[in-house]
């Protein structure tokens, strides 16, 4: 069966993130995807220069009537990321509505970017937004630590925490919800970052699954822009492959990210020359010469499953 992604999110000509990090992986795994670019700028704005233009709205609306006219209207996943407009990401909510009317067994993939190591970099509007009617449309959320402190209202100290997080994230609406980052210790020292997933499957009959896991991810020294539109993409396409098996499809996920980083920083490295910092646009990420990492990842990172019950 014939698998199509709406994707709404950044453009930028030069380099990876939002649509750029997010759509050749998924077509190299076999997805059609639509995008529908909520800005295009010339580069990510890490970089000393950037220009371009940001889509309204109205804009948006205009485009989905198009497509609403023509009847193509029917997908199976649906992704979204970074957006700084509380009437944009309105009408995202109002587009989603629509589409799962059409399609009830579409699954909404949701990056809800907003923040991170207690900094919010959008309008702190964007945030009851997400919280009141984003999240509830999302099958399968990808917040960092922050992101999911924001939206439930504790603060995350334990492992323990972040679980009873994922549980209150759960009750709002998604029923896989993936920490891509925290702040607390690995177990494997401070060369490593956590990483937590919790899923609960309500299957047609009633009966519940639930499973719970948790990474440890060697950390790299560096500053990757286009990451976390990759994890989100990734994670979509896994899931899909593996919809019961969170470990599998997570692994799998955090294994591509691993391999284009590695990559990638070894090629900046070597641009930069020796004792040289890279530059935003040598840290670009390796995204065609991992072709093949994404297609058929090499598991690097293991994940541990902490729970596991059916009832």
């Known amino acids: 069966m014939e698998c199509r992604v709406l994707s709404i999110q950044s453009h930028v000509v030069r380099g990876y993130v939002g649509n750029k990090s997010a759509t050749f992986p998924l077509q190299v795994l076999g997805f059609e995807v639509d995008s529908i670019n909520s800005v295009q700028f010339s580069n990510h704005t890490g970089y000393a220069h950037w220009k371009g233009q940001v889509l309204t709205a109205d804009e948006l609306n205009v485009l989905y009537e198009g497509i609403k006219l023509n009847k193509v209207n029917h997908y199976d996943y649906i992704l979204t990321g970074y957006s700084r407009d509380t009437s944009f990401l309105e009408t995202v909510v109002d587009i989603i509505q629509e589409l799962k009317k059409a399609n009830p067994s579409l699954v909404y993939v949701c990056d809800p970017v907003m923040g991170d190591h207690g900094a919010m970099y959008v309008p702190e509007n964007l945030l009851p937004v997400y919280r009141d009617k984003v999240v509830p449309l999302a099958d399968i959320l990808t917040p960092n630590q922050f992101e999911a402190e924001l939206l439930t209202g504790r603060k995350v100290n334990t492992q323990e925490d972040a679980f009873e997080v994922m549980d209150l994230l759960h009750k709002m609406g998604p029923e896989t919800v993936v920490l891509t980052s925290s702040d607390l210790p690995s177990k494997k020292g401070d060369q490593f970052l956590?990483?937590?997933?919790?899923?609960?499957?309500?299957?047609?009959?009633?009966?519940?699954?639930?499973?719970?896991?948790?990474?440890?991810?060697?950390?790299?020294?560096?500053?990757?822009?286009?990451?976390?539109?990759?994890?989100?993409?990734?994670?979509?396409?896994?899931?899909?492959?593996?919809?019961?098996?969170?470990?599998?499809?997570?692994?799998?996920?955090?294994?591509?990210?691993?391999?284009?980083?590695?990559?990638?920083?070894?090629?900046?490295?070597?641009?930069?020359?020796?004792?040289?910092?890279?530059?935003?646009?040598?840290?670009?990420l390796r995204m065609v010469q991992s072709k093949a990492d994404i297609e058929n990842p090499a598991i690097v990172v293991e994940a541990k499953v902490l729970h596991k019950s059916s009832q």
């Not at 890279?278 to 670009?284: D, F, T």
């Open 194 to 284: 956590v990483a937590l997933g919790s899923q609960k499957i309500v299957k047609p009959d009633g009966s519940k699954t639930s499973q719970k896991i948790c990474m440890d991810i060697p950390k790299v020294d560096a500053v990757f822009v286009g990451t976390g539109d990759l994890f989100a993409a990734m994670l979509l396409a896994w899931t899909h492959h593996h919809p019961k098996d969170l470990k599998a499809a997570c692994e799998k996920t955090v294994s591509v990210m691993h391999h284009v980083i590695k990559r990638t920083i070894t090629y900046a490295n070597e641009m930069a020359g020796p004792g040289k910092r890279p530059s935003p646009a040598q840290l670009e």
